[in-house]
């Protein structure tokens, strides 16, 4: 085996703790064939002696309660597990609620519980938790920062033993579904939807099925004129409905299992509804009804901003977008259709407003996106924890009705009865041997599982428990790398993009400083600096973005004196002079804040240095390399960053800091 267990490197004992092998008799009352409780059972195997010939020092009992009392309290994914003196009681309704709990009891072993006292009653919290992969068939990732894929190798599909690995890892944090392809679908990946693939993914199927996870695909909306031989993809035309009632036909007859279908239309140069004149609904709802006799869902992206723009307009603004097209079409999806929504209205920056369409849409199935990938925040090469960011979107209050209901009420579908609702994460895992190129990224895929499950986790208690599965349970390595992940984000914000401004990347690679790297493109503008200041005025006297908020939303984005200072850039222009909250002029901060933060990523090296001896020395060798890349590269975006704003400005240090 050519690549490593991450989390689930059993090998790893927290010696603190005083974890010691120890024999564990299972006992399964239910249907003991099941694939999944047999997986659950080959999971216990590698972390404990399950050899029940031998005195066992304690009894797991897995119990299948199938009554309907047991659907009630657990439903299809729930678990109990109950620690006695006599041994553990472990029940579900189903054998995914099995699995899972005995992941969650080996969870709970590994971080120093004593099996006896273990107390837990869970119930996962979003009902979709999804990994988008953006892998190609050609073997190449899109926004790939950890090797090539794993799924594809030359427009064939890899089902394998590394397949079954991923597989683990997935359901280990509660992950239940994946789609495999990238949503730009192209070239031999159109093809996935034909017999060419299936009985490929077939097998993908049987493997993921093992493990509770369901198979999605990305499919190309295109398909009817693509692999099809039509002349029109218009989902209104009755040619085209047949060729998808068609297609639905056969492929659930190859693959009754799939769990639908995820889609990018009218985006970036994709094919869409609105190439013929109609609206995102009426191209959903047309493929949601040829695949509804069979079950499935249509994952419908809200990434659609085709908005170009010329730099001089400063009404265009590409924020607005996703509002403008989907709001007005709210109650207008069909029930088997969810809307997959960015976390932001742009794209994955290290700092935005939370997308105005959570709270708007009260009749409409959502699913909230973000990146586990690290596009715009270091690609990989940065350690970036994420967790703290996806936490504050969830939390974050959208102020829609009087109910005031947060983002994870509304993507768990709690909010507004919705059944079909969850999260979907960008993955950020590839062919590496360490899965994510930085070891310290597998962070950030962890903690999108543990979160999806319940996201009222907070990032501390989730980086504590990756750190302690993946490293054990020195002290010292448990302190100093809490203490570099849980900074890492803000960090990284210090020394790239401030107070909400994002985008100032080279352009097509997505990486390293270049503050007009995009300030003249086609698709918007981003920062409008000038000799005076900088920023984006979209208040009502602006682009109007802010109106897209309820009314206390508006309110507090709309005025720079209630704006939050993190946001500032990307609600408002601002002269250079502006005093700040801090007390700081608006350029003092951008001259601080990035010398600030190539200071605490030597911080982070520093304290990463003091484990050299703590750690696996190829994961010690491999990680400081990419912290020493950091902290070069943080110079070189603090350099870059300020010496523009000082030509730009003309205003100079107070600290008479060596600025280029």
């Not at 031999?188 to 299936?198: E, G, K, Q, T, V």
């Not at 730099?311 to 097209?325: E, I, P, V």
């Not at 994955?348 to 997308?355: A, D, G, I, L």
């Not at 005025?537 to 908020?549: A, F, V």
Request: glycine letters at 8%; one cysteine or more.
């Amino acid at each position: 085996m050519n690549w490593e267990l991450m989390w689930l490197d059993y090998s790893q004992k927290n010696k603190d703790k005083e974890i010691a092998s120890r024999n564990l008799a299972i006992k399964i009352n239910g249907n003991a064939e099941s694939n999944r409780i047999e997986a659950a059972c080959n999971e216990l195997s590698r972390v404990f002696d399950t050899d029940s010939e031998k005195d066992p020092l304690t009894l797991l009992e897995l119990n299948l309660n199938e009554s309907s009392s047991a659907k009630d309290k657990f439903g299809q994914e729930g678990y109990e597990i109950i620690g006695s003196q006599q041994g553990i009681r472990l029940e579900a309704y189903s054998d995914r609620g099995l699995l899972y709990g005995v992941f969650a009891l080996i969870r709970a072993y590994r971080l120093g519980q004593k099996l006896e006292t273990i107390n837990e009653y869970s119930l996962p919290v979003n009902p979709l938790r999804m990994i988008n992969h953006w892998d190609n068939s050609d073997g190449s990732i899109e926004r790939g920062y950890s090797g090539k894929s794993f799924f594809f190798e030359d427009a064939s599909l890899l089902v394998n033993e590394r397949t079954v690995d991923y597989a683990r890892f997935m359901a280990s944090t509660g992950i239940n579904s994946v789609v495999i392809n990238n949503v730009n679908v192209a070239g031999d990946a159109c093809w996935l939807i034909s017999d060419r693939y299936y009985h490929q993914l077939e097998l993908l199927t049987e493997v993921f099925d093992r493990y509770g996870i369901s198979l999605f695909l990305s499919v190309d909306y295109a398909a009817p004129i693509d692999i099809g031989g039509m002349s029109s993809a218009d989902p209104l035309d009755p040619e085209v409905i047949k060729w998808w009632q068609v297609k639905m036909e056969e492929i659930y007859k190859a693959l009754p299992d799939l769990g639908g279908f995820l889609i990018k239309a009218d985006s970036e140069g994709r094919p869409g509804p609105f190439t013929y004149g109609r609206n995102q609904a009426q191209g959903a709802n047309m493929l949601a009804d040829a695949i509804k006799p069979y079950g499935g869902i249509i994952i419908w992206r809200c990434f659609v901003y085709n908005c170009q723009q010329d730099w001089r307009d400063r009404k265009t603004d590409r924020a607005k977008a996703g509002y403008d097209y989907f709001m007005p079409l709210d109650g207008s999806f069909h029930d088997n259709v969810v809307l997959q929504i960015k976390n932001g209205p742009m794209d994955f920056q290290v700092r935005e407003p939370v997308s105005p369409l959570f709270g708007a849409m009260k009749k409409t199935n959502q699913i909230l996106e973000v990146q586990i990938a690290q596009e715009y925040t270091g690609q990989q090469r940065h350690v970036c924890y994420l967790v703290p960011m996806w936490k504050e979107i969830l939390d974050f209050d959208t102020c829609s009705n009087q109910e005031k209901p947060l983002v994870k009420e509304i993507a768990s579908g709690a909010a507004y009865g919705r059944s079909i609702a969850g999260m979907a994460g960008v993955s950020n895992t590839g062919s590496d041997p360490n899965w994510t190129g930085h070891d310290l990224a597998a962070a950030n895929l962890y903690g999108f599982g543990r979160l999806a499950w319940n996201p009222s986790l907070d990032a501390e208690t989730i980086a504590s428990e990756w750190i302690v599965q993946t490293f054990g349970g020195d002290k010292k390595v448990y302190d100093n790398l809490s203490h570099i992940l849980l900074g890492s984000w803000k960090t990284y914000e210090n020394y790239t993009s401030p107070l909400g401004i994002g985008w100032m990347v080279n352009p097509n690679q997505h990486y390293g400083p270049n503050v007009d790297g995009y300030e003249y493109d086609r698709w918007g503008t981003y920062h409008r600096a000038d000799h005076e200041g900088i920023g984006v005025d979209r208040s009502d006297r602006g682009t109007g973005y802010t109106r897209q908020y309820a009314d206390p939303l508006f309110e507090k984005y709309n005025k720079i004196e209630t704006c939050p200072e993190e946001l500032l850039l990307f609600f408002h222009y601002l002269p250079y002079r502006h005093r700040l909250p801090s007390g700081r002029t608006l350029i003092q901060h951008i001259y601080d804040t990035h010398f600030e933060g190539v200071e605490e990523v030597e911080t982070m090296v520093a304290k990463f240095e003091e484990l050299e001896d703590r750690i696996d020395k190829d994961k010690f060798q491999r990680i400081r390399e990419r912290l020493d890349h950091q902290k070069e590269h943080a110079k070189e975006w603090r350099d870059v960053v300020n010496t523009y704003f000082l030509r730009k400005s003309g205003i100079q240090d107070e600290k008479q800091r060596k600025i280029y």
